[in-house]
C-alpha cells in the first residue's frame, strides 16, 4: 500500500515503433486506474540495451515513449511516468534477485529463446537475466497488480516464484504481485500472420498497426488483412484472421465480440475491413493530436521527467534499502 492504495506497476520497452498490440493491450488499459491505484509507469530503456541500439535513437525514442503515455491519456501529474535508468535501484535490485534466481527457471523462458534465435550473434547475458531485472521493477515498488498483454505472463510469473522465495528466507519483504489482462485486446496478432502476435520487431511493415501510422496507411494495412474464405464474420478459432480483426474492433469500440458479430452479420469481409480500419483511426488520431501538441511542449515535459524521477526513487530506495539490510549488507553510517 502507498498513500493509502493499492499499488500498480507496468512499463514498455522504447524499442522500435509501437504498436496497436502495445495499445490495446496494454497502454489502453493503463488509463484512469490512477482512481484506484498509484500507479508507477516507466520506460523500461535498461531492458532496450539487451539488443544492439543505436543511442541518439533510443534515447528520442524513449522521450517519446513517455510523450505517448501522456498522449494516451494517462495524467502525470497523479501518475509516476519515468526512465528507469534515473531511478538507479532498478539495477541494484536487480543484481540481488539475481541470486535467487535458477539458470533453468531462465532457460524456460520462451522470450529468450525467441530472442536469442533472432539475435544470434548477440545472446548477451542480460537478455538472458532480463526477467529478473523485470522481477526487480516490480518488486521495487512493492506492486500489488501489473497490467500486462499476455506475452508477458510467464514473465510474471517468475516474478512471483522470486517473490516468494525471498520471502521464504526473509520473511514478509515483497508484495507478492497479481496480473491484470485486459478482457480484449490482451493478445493482438500479426495482420499478415495470424498465428504470430503483433509485433514491433516484425520485418513485414503490413504486420503491424504503428501508434504513428497516418489514416491512409491503417485503412491500408486493415484491408491488407490476412483472412480466410469461410465469407463469414464468426468469432472462433478456426478463423485468427477474422476474429483478431473483431478482437481490434471490440477493442477500439467498447463492444463485446459476440455484438460485433451481430452487427456484420450478412455483410462482406471488405466492409468488415473498412470498418476496422475506421475505428483504429478514431482511437489513434486524438492520441497523435495530443502527442504532437505536447512535442511542442520540452519545458513542460523535462519539469515531468525530474518530478517523476525522484517520486519513483523515492519509493525504490525504501524497498532497496529494506532488502539491502534483509541481505546482510551492513548499515550505512550517517
Ligand atoms: P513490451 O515493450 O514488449 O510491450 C509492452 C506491453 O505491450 C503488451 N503487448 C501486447 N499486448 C497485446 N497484443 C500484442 N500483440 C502485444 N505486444 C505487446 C505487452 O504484454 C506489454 O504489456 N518486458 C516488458 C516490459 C517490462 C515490464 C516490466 C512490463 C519491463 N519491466 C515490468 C510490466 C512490468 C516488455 O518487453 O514489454
Not at 519483504?173 to 485486446?185: C, R
Not at 467498447?254 to 471488405?270: A, I, L, S, T, W
Amino acid at each position: 500500500m502507498l498513500n493509502g492504495k493499492k499499488v500498480l506497476f507496468s512499463g514498455m520497452q522504447a524499442t522500435g515503433n509501437l504498436t496497436l498490440g502495445n495499445y490495446l493491450g496494454a497502454l489502453k488499459n493503463w488509463v484512469n486506474l490512477c482512481e484506484e491505484y498509484e500507479c508507477f509507469y516507466s520506460v523500461v530503456d535498461l531492458h532496450s540495451i539487451t539488443v544492439r541500439q543505436d543511442p541518439t535513437i533510443l534515447r528520442q525514442r524513449a522521450r517519446k515513449l513517455l510523450m505517448i503515455y501522456i498522449a494516451a491519456g494517462i495524467d502525470p501529474e497523479k501518475n509516476c511516468l519515468y526512465y528507469q535508468s534515473h531511478v538507479s535501484g532498478h539495477a541494484e535490485l536487480a543484481w540481488i534477485l539475481n541470486c535467487f534466481t535458477y539458470m533453468g527457471e531462465l532457460n524456460r523462458m520462451t522470450q529468450f529463446k525467441d530472442k536469442a534465435a533472432k539475435h544470434a550473434d548477440n545472446i548477451n547475458a542480460g537478455l538472458f537475466t532480463y526477467p529478473v531485472l523485470m522481477a526487480a521493477d516490480i518488486l521495487l515498488y512493492q506492486a500489488d497488480v501489473v497490467p500486462v498483454g499476455i506475452d508477458q505472463m510467464q514473465h510474471l510469473e517468475l516474478t512471483r516464484d522470486i517473490a516468494q522465495r525471498f520471502n521464504g528466507v526473509y520473511g514478509d519483504v515483497f508484495t507478492v504481485p497479481e496480473a491484470y489482462i485486459g478482457k480484449v485486446g490482451a493478445k493482438i496478432m500479426s495482420l499478415q500472420d495470424p498465428a504470430k502476435k503483433m509485433s514491433k520487431s516484425d520485418e513485414n511493415p503490413h504486420a503491424s498497426i504503428y501508434l504513428m501510422d497516418d489514416p491512409d496507411t491503417i485503412m491500408r494495412k486493415c484491408k491488407r488483412a490476412v483472412t480466410d474464405s469461410e465469407g463469414q464474420i464468426l468469432y472462433r478459432e478456426e478463423q485468427p484472421g477474422i476474429r483478431n480483426l473483431i478482437d481490434i474492433y471490440s477493442a477500439c469500440t467498447g463492444k463485446r465480440p459476440e455484438e460485433v458479430v451481430k452487427e456484420f452479420d450478412g455483410k462482406g469481409y471488405g466492409d468488415f475491413k473498412t470498418a476496422v480500419g475506421e475505428a483504429v483511426v478514431s482511437v489513434l488520431k486524438p492520441l497523435q493530436a495530443r502527442y504532437e501538441e505536447l512535442n511542442k511542449d520540452k519545458t513542460y515535459i523535462d519539469g515531468i521527467i525530474k518530478a517523476n524521477a525522484e517520486k519513483a526513487s523515492y519509493t525504490a530506495t525504501k524497498t532497496l534499502r529494506k532488502v539491502q539490510r534483509k541481505v546482510g549488507f551492513p548499515d550505512r553510517v550517517r
